[in-house]
């Protein structure tokens, strides 16, 4: 193979400094999820087709990577099905298998398959790579990390409440002050439709009052006359363009225009609920904001939406979201069992993370100390030495290879390791030690001890 | 879906303790990976099939997973082929993308794709799953993660003395005591091989010679014969089959055989250097032993061969292994890129460490202490103490729900939370906690200073 290798578009290699950041985030959440009592779980990277297929829409299943079988894949398959040349016909045929979609769908089927092993309410979290055929663009990929937790078998609101401060604690813990956390209540969403006469067009509406932001009042209105949506409905969500205020008064609003609805009222009953207990706890660095154009996945979330965005200086969609789906097992036949959640979006908070400037400094520090190789026996002291405070735990090198002495030290500039150690003749017999400071050209002999002291 | 789900053959699940068990064997191998110096690399996990299809032999290509195209994977196939209805024609047309077999291949694809970015010799580890279609077994998975530490670019047998020492170092680490760490060099079975006259039958020779201990001398004898090595070259092996006494001893012996052969005598010159340094520095608690039998991936190896086998009084395959590779990269064309490296098999040091009881006790454990949930207004009071417990980093929970106690007590109890808080209307008013000891069922009064301090 002489052209230079690749991967495949939407993927990518991390180098050291990328993984040891991503995986600073991942840790930060780790320990916070572990604090609020979450326990891990992982699935296989690979489901049986029929766990998947149908969860995520015609266009989730268009996405969904297929493992073709091994072996004689073709020989099961009649003349007339494989005569038919149809990519829907085959597929089922030549592929059992597929790649995880998201992270929501193993856990639901993991809980089913796990029941009776499992304590309810279960609070798992789940960090682990999907994948997804999807078209690759700026900040999305066809292979990422889905960081979420989630509580399965409890209707309780404390757990909504609980979300909320595990949002705030994780992106405190980032240093990643001024968060909003937006919430809103399918049951809210529910109401207004049914105050403005238009059950049967929840979707319609709901998609269109979320470009409020983009696209201005006017034009949400002619979306929603051009959906159907009668004029004297449309009159009555006036109340809706001009929601302002705290979270209290935009409730108080609420109120007034869901007098009439019961599930509208119930929604009303809920965010009150999380808000007075999240008054009463208050959060470190986030703020909670009531946001009623919020409706991400709807078909799905029954309770609780949330969705996370970052401090306004910074451009950026959403870096995390989630919500309660009050039936979710019910797909592999485990009735009655809710469940709310919520995913950190880590590729996303890397970015922001990266532009604000918010990783530790430390965070790729890898090798500490280098031992330049003056030749067998003196490489063979130094690594008595090196051995000796790798033992410790000090990160250590001795360079492999009697090199030229520039070439040694280029390698110990280029990989940011800030000392150097250089051991000739003269050093081997004295057991004194030559400490190099990189960054500040200094150097001067020390013996072993001060060298760890002054390593640590 | 009526039918309990299940997982695709040869894939698992893992709970809390089994992820947690997991990742401290993977955190072990980390840290002591990181005071080597190696840096840490991520791949995707899929590669371009052109990437990895003819790198693992015949049996690796049927054996690597394949991904099907997306889409309209049928329209740009030719009547012709599809007519053919020929899976070897079809899989290529259908399929460009494959699962990551091993890392090794990724990591050569890696560092040929980024030499510009890389500084040699390049140290870098590597913790990911890989998949392989083969037939499920007792301890043979299709999804398993590698655990890999590789150096790229130096021919220096420094790095084959610190690979000994790293493997030393993490089994010590985990308390895995008594694992001896099998050398051989390939250049001394090339140079037996040409001692006996077979230089063209030195994989017919190495399988032979590799079944000693299972099978014994006079059957080893009888294969060779079969395979066409004659018995003047049997006979000059003889001293190989009472090859005794320490690594010393060995080495005096394999000189005599190998006295006549250029590369045996590099060979050895090799391994008396590693030796040497090793008796120099000192293992910790394992041991290095020379076993001329070893051969594994013997058209891989060029050098060193490594593998570690688990303390004698556990049945157990090898635990760990690698070697050194003269041509690493040469495959995608950066040619003289010597490379060396060792494995740790995750799986199965998992088993070992199951077996002789050697996880910490600790490694699970989750859940500090439970609120007991007496209804709203004492749940919301439970929930600024645990929030306060939270923020100094006490893992805590609030039973969500006010259910009956024996059910939330039992909730402790199966989750092995070693503590629990009761908190009714009257230690709501005095603001002390009744703290439950769930092992020994004591339980007193403590204000929240204390209860941090016991918790603590």
Chains 1, 2 share one sequence.
């Not at 979450?38 to 998947?52: A, G, K, R, V, W």
């Not at 089913?112 to 304590?119: C, G, L």
């Not at 007034?256 to 965010?271: Q, T, V």
């Not at 790729?364 to 090196?386: H, P, R, Y």
Request: with cysteine; net charge negative.
């Amino acid at each position: 193979m002489a052209q230079k290798p690749s991967i495949p578009k939407g993927t990518r290699d991390f180098n050291a400094e990328e993984v040891a950041k991503r995986s600073y985030i991942m840790e930060t959440i780790k320990a916070q999820f572990q604090v609020y009592g979450f326990q891990p779980i992982e699935t296989p990277s690979f489901e049986n087709s029929d766990t998947l297929m149908g969860k995520y829409g015609d266009e989730g299943d268009r996405l969904i990577f297929k493992i073709l079988n091994s072996g004689e894949f073709l020989k099961k398959i009649s003349d007339n099905d494989y005569n038919s040349k149809s990519e829907g016909v085959l597929t089922s045929k030549i592929s059992e298998k597929a790649l995880r979609y998201d992270l929501t769908v193993p856990f639901a089927r993991y809980v089913v398959q796990h029941q009776n092993e499992i304590e309810f309410p279960f609070k798992r979290y789940q960090i682990q790579p999907v994948w997804r055929a999807d078209r690759p663009q700026k900040g999305r990929f066809r292979e990422f990390f889905q960081c979420d937790a989630d509580v399965v078998g409890s209707t309780s609101l404390f757990q909504e409440v609980e979300f909320i401060q595990l949002y705030d604690a994780v992106f405190s813990a980032l240093n990643l002050e001024g968060v909003t956390i937006k919430i809103n209540n399918r049951k809210i969403l529910s109401g207004i439709a049914e105050v403005i006469g238009a059950q049967d067009k929840l979707i319609d509406f709901t998609v269109a009052l979320d470009k409020l932001d983009k696209i201005g009042e006017e034009k949400v209105k002619e979306e929603m006359q051009s959906k159907g949506i009668s004029e004297d409905g449309i009159s009555k969500l006036q109340p809706l363009f001009i929601l302002k205020g705290d979270f209290g008064n935009q409730i108080e609003s609420l109120k007034a225009i869901l007098s009439s609805s019961e599930i509208g009222l119930k929604g009303i009953e809920e965010l009150e609920f999380i808000n007075t207990a999240i008054s009463n706890l208050k959060l470190k660095t986030a703020t909670l904001q009531l946001d009623v154009t919020l409706a991400r996945g709807l078909n799905y979330y029954t309770g609780a939406i949330f969705e996370v965005s970052a401090p306004k200086d910074v451009k950026m969609g959403s870096i995390g979201g989630g919500g309660r789906y009050d039936d979710l097992t019910g797909i592999f036949g485990l009735k009655d069992m809710s469940g709310v959640g919520i995913s950190f979006g880590l590729d996303r908070i890397y970015l922001v993370l990266e532009e604000l400037g918010l990783f530790p400094d430390t965070i790729a520090d890898s090798t500490k100390v280098l031992f330049i190789n003056f030749g067998e026996n003196e490489a063979m002291a130094c690594l008595q030495t090196v051995t000796k405070l790798r033992q410790n735990g000090l990160k250590a090198e001795l360079y492999p290879d009697a090199a030229k002495m520039k070439k040694q030290m280029n390698y110990a500039n280029r990989r940011n390791i800030p000392f150097v150690v250089l051991v000739g003749e003269e050093e081997l017999k004295s057991e004194v030690f030559t400490l190099k400071n990189m960054n500040s050209g200094e150097q001067h002999k020390v013996e072993f001890k001060e060298l760890e002291r002054l390593l640590k």
